[in-house]
């Protein structure tokens, strides 16, 4: 106790809450409901899950009660009749000696000491975790000073996260606006077709798993390419035969690699480097520039929302296609200006986004600083440290003792209640 305030007490978390008994009270994520009576709780991100009209899955207790997230470590304060999800959920009654509210500041805190263990149990250590207990009066100054900073820590990264969103907007704000010639002087533009700016487009051979190996060449796949860029953390590898028809597949520098099936259909790289000997998976479309077009103009067009991205998501989608054919990826209409122009155009791109790009680092710092500080503040509350302790309040080992008199009273009414007179 040599941290904490000599007012407060500590107790294991287990002594402090009730573990409500859920027994054939557990909704399955697929009988959720959109809508309807009851909100379902469960260990996910999302604080309500979804929904149940089943009034007998409602949980049999009082709130407010705590619903933690076994697996996830979620923690979410309830203060409605609630039914519970089916996996990894638990839900903790507070006993009188804490605020609910402040129970709920306190378990965040403490999850944060205990070691992720992925989708093992974390109440079996969060239970054996020493919870302190300050006063009553306290524990109400304490939530009242939370609440007040974490509002103000609230309004910041709102508006840390509308100005991320603005930047998402900016950017595809000035490649709309370089393709419909806004940036440069826009002079002689004509309209080619993408497949008239290709000297080679293919897309790979089925059959590859045959090829798989541990080490050898890289074989990249959809995945690698799902963020518009290309990305080698979690390559394949394969070894082919020397006269294998995968060959013709081989990606060489400044190509542009385009999804043509599966959930990132439209997602393209381009290949900026020489990356040796890798070839495409029959999911991924390989398209070679000739020499009158820039790479990296075409690149740019294509990831345009409202430019290349469009004609290319339109017809995988439009017409109920689960994916893209070459045929698709040549028809696509494209703004040709003169090599010089789409220089210019390249250059003013990149040095914008390269802006806006620190500009997006520095507010995604901003928002990890802002976890940092709030992290702070729940320690601080914790430690006894945020507000003034008053020697006039009740200490918290009065409170349990009287606590503990009350249902000692209370359990003996009963028991005479029950003797025969």
Not at 43 to 56: C, F, K, L, R, S
Not at 185 to 205: M, P, Y
Not at 311 to 320: N, R
Not at 401 to 417: D, P, Q
């Amino acid at each position: 106790m040599s941290d904490f305030p000599t007012s407060w007490v500590q107790l294991p978390v287990s002594e402090v809450v009730r573990n409500v008994t859920l027994t054939d009270k557990k909704i399955p994520q697929k009988s959720y409901l959109s809508s309807g009576k009851f909100p379902v709780f469960d260990q996910g991100q999302e604080y309500v899950g979804g929904y149940t009209d089943d009034a007998a899955m409602v949980v049999d207790c009082v709130p407010p009660v705590i619903v933690f997230g076994d697996h996830t470590r979620v923690v979410k304060l309830v203060n409605i009749a609630f039914a519970p999800g089916a996996d990894g959920v638990k839900v903790l009654q507070p006993s009188a000696c804490i605020l609910p509210r402040l129970l709920e500041h306190f378990v965040r805190y403490l999850v944060t000491k205990i070691p992720n263990n992925g989708y093992a149990r974390h109440y079996q250590h969060l239970a054996k975790s020493l919870l302190p207990i300050p006063p009553l009066a306290e524990q109400h100054r304490i939530v009242a000073k939370i609440e007040e900073l974490f509002s103000e820590l609230d309004q910041g990264v709102a508006s840390l996260n509308t100005a991320r969103e603005q930047l998402k907007v900016y950017r595809q704000s000035l490649l709309k606006n370089a393709f419909a010639g806004k940036l440069t002087a826009a002079i002689g533009w004509r309209e080619k077709s993408l497949g008239q700016l290709l000297g080679f487009l293919t897309s790979g051979s089925r059959g590859w798993a045959a090829y798989y190996a541990t080490s050898g060449d890289l074989f990249v796949r959809a995945q690698n390419i799902k963020h518009d860029r290309l990305e080698l953390d979690d390559v394949a590898f394969v070894a082919l035969p020397v006269k294998a028809e995968g060959l013709r597949t081989r990606i060489q520098q400044g190509d542009l690699l385009i999804t043509i099936t599966g959930a990132n259909v439209t997602k393209s790289a381009l290949v900026k480097h020489d990356l040796g000997v890798a070839y495409v998976s029959q999911h991924v479309a390989l398209c070679r520039p000739t020499t009158e077009v820039l790479p990296e103009y075409l690149y740019w067009f294509i990831v345009a929302e409202a430019a290349g991205r469009k004609q290319l998501t339109d017809m995988a989608y439009g017409a109920g296609k689960p994916g893209l054919n070459l045929e698709n990826i040549r028809s696509v209409n494209v703004p040709f200006p003169s090599l010089h122009e789409q220089q210019e155009i390249v250059e003013q791109i990149e040095s914008k986004l390269s802006e806006a790009d620190q500009l997006d680092q520095t507010l995604a710092t901003a928002l990890q600083q802002a976890d940092a500080l709030r992290q702070s503040i729940l320690k601080k509350a914790f430690c006894g440290q945020l507000v003034k302790q008053d020697q006039n309040d009740e200490p918290a080992t009065a409170l349990l003792e009287r606590i503990r008199a009350e249902k000692s009273n209370g359990m003996n009414i009963s028991r005479n209640r029950r003797k025969p007179g």
